[in-house]
């Protein structure tokens, strides 16, 4: 542990980022997870959960959690099995 004030308050805000990171990133897996399991059970709200997914892949990609390639490599992905759904 730090001595310095400075050194302390670092520390602190580190662990606070830390912890929204992730969660921003946690709740993009979630929403990834969710349009799979309903695509592969045909469900109609596959599209509303396909447009959280890409919001919050875009979000991760915003914030620097994940590379912007890798958001829209995953996007296209999502994209390839919303279209074989319908």
Known sequence: MP????AIKRVQINEAKNA???????AMRTAVKKFE???EVNEESATDLFKNAVKHLDKAATKGLIHKNTA?????RLAK?????A
């Open 3 to 6: 001595n310095i004030k400075s």
């Open 20 to 26: 929204q990171n992730t969660a921003a990133k946690s």
């Open 72 to 76: 829209n490599r995953q996007k296209a």
């Open 81 to 85: 099995k919303l279209s074989k759904m």
């Open 37 to 39: 399991a309903a695509v």
